[in-house]
């Protein structure tokens, strides 16, 4: 089969939709598939190693949902994509985000194969989607099957767009976490929480994290807040000048070879995010790692972890409840060790074979039992 797979965003940089399509490419050429990638890229930041990479659109960044989208707004790629699908003539397209601008709706408006749509985003609401409903509900009807990495996926983009929608996750590297050996300088029997991610964006939650933290070194004099990924730390500087900075460590930015032995290196991961989740990936990587997880209650993470069980969940924005959790985490060696082992269980379902495999029978047209979303087509929260 001859594969296309699209993407809105920026392919120099990293996230969670791009590290999807990379993993779906590779196993499918392993598998003996025939694969190109489509994506818009900075002309000044270095691509990807990405074999079958096809760069169309410069992108720039746009706010949405919490974070910074860096999407292609040029409405000048018809010509452009009209000559490369002429030339590739793909069996099957699989865009994500497909109603995206300005990549994802001009390769739908052109393509001829099968076309399939993965919606990976999820938020409260989207007034783009709203008000633009009517011109995207004719290029939304182009698609021949549509995938929701999850349920708070679908029922967000079915509010705007009803239908049916096959819930595939995102899933997980599994050979590259487990049984690792933890980095020596985080060998001195210290605790340690780890939080990872782009920590100066609000909707992760960090700064309650930071406030929690401070209740936990209470109990724990010698605990240690590690902190991988980039970001402005003076974002936080109220938290951090209040005492709050004694223990918490900040590593910057780490590639993806050198992560896994941060998740071995912490004795719980913590995920605080407060919103926009559509799917807890991060949760995965720390239960493939054997450790425990205490992450908030939002719809992304409780459709990935069951509390109590695989992982333990608390009230979003909540300092205290998150600071009990963690403490709880921490005494309690027994419960550290229950928890991990059956979020390793869990994450095992996710390995990207398997997902791989559930994604090539929607391109066959062999669906998946679908979960079924009506539009509802009321305003935003807020709005009038």
Not at 94 to 99: N, S, V
Not at 199 to 220: D, H, I, M, S, T
Not at 259 to 278: H, M, N
């Amino acid at each position: 089969m001859k594969i296309l797979l699209v993407s809105p965003y920026d392919f120099t940089y990293p996230g969670g939709a791009n590290e999807h399509i990379h993993y779906l490419a590779a196993e499918y050429r392993e598998w003996g598939h025939e694969v190109r990638i489509l994506a818009p890229a900075s002309p000044n930041r270095p691509l990807p190693d990405e074999p079958g990479l096809h760069i169309i659109g410069k992108p720039v960044p746009i706010h949405a949902n919490g974070s910074n989208a860096r999407i292609s707004l040029s409405l000048r790629l018809s010509g452009r994509v009209k000559r490369y699908l002429a030339l590739e003539q793909p069996d099957v397209i699989h865009l994500h985000e497909p109603l995206m601008p300005a990549l994802p709706l001009t390769v739908l408006y052109h393509a001829k194969a099968r076309k399939v749509g993965t919606f990976h985003a999820f938020a409260e609401s989207n007034l783009g989607y709203f008000y633009a409903r009517p011109l995207l509900q004719p290029m939304f009807e182009r698609l021949d099957a549509r995938i929701a990495v999850s349920p708070p996926a679908a029922n967000f983009i079915g509010r705007y767009f009803g239908g049916e929608y096959q819930i595939i996750p995102n899933g997980i590297e599994i050979g590259g976490l487990g049984d690792l050996t933890p980095l020596p300088q985080y060998r001195d029997g210290r605790p340690t929480i780890l939080f990872l991610g782009r920590f100066e964006e609000p909707r992760k939650g960090f700064r309650y994290l930071l406030r929690a933290f401070a209740l936990v070194r209470e109990q724990f004099p010698d605990a240690r807040l590690l902190v991988v990924g980039g970001g402005d730390v003076q974002r936080y500087s109220e938290e951090l000048g209040r005492g709050g900075a004694a223990g918490v460590e900040f590593t910057g930015y780490v590639d993806n070879e050198v992560k896994p032995r941060y998740y071995a290196s912490c004795d719980v991961f913590c995920s605080p995010s407060t919103k926009g989740e559509s799917f807890g990936l991060i949760l995965l990587e720390a239960m493939a790692s054997g450790r425990p997880v205490v992450a908030s209650r939002i719809p992304g993470h409780a459709s990935v972890i069951t509390h109590g069980e695989d992982g333990w969940l608390v009230a979003p924005q909540d300092p205290v409840a998150l600071a009990l959790a963690l403490v709880r985490m921490l005494a309690d060696r027994e419960l550290r060790e229950r928890i991990a082992g059956a979020g390793r269980v869990t994450a095992q379902r996710y390995a990207w074979s398997a997902i791989a495999q559930r994604v090539l029978t929607v391109y066959r047209g062999e669906s998946e039992p679908a979960v079924k979303a009506d539009a509802t087509l009321a305003l935003p929260a807020g709005v009038s």
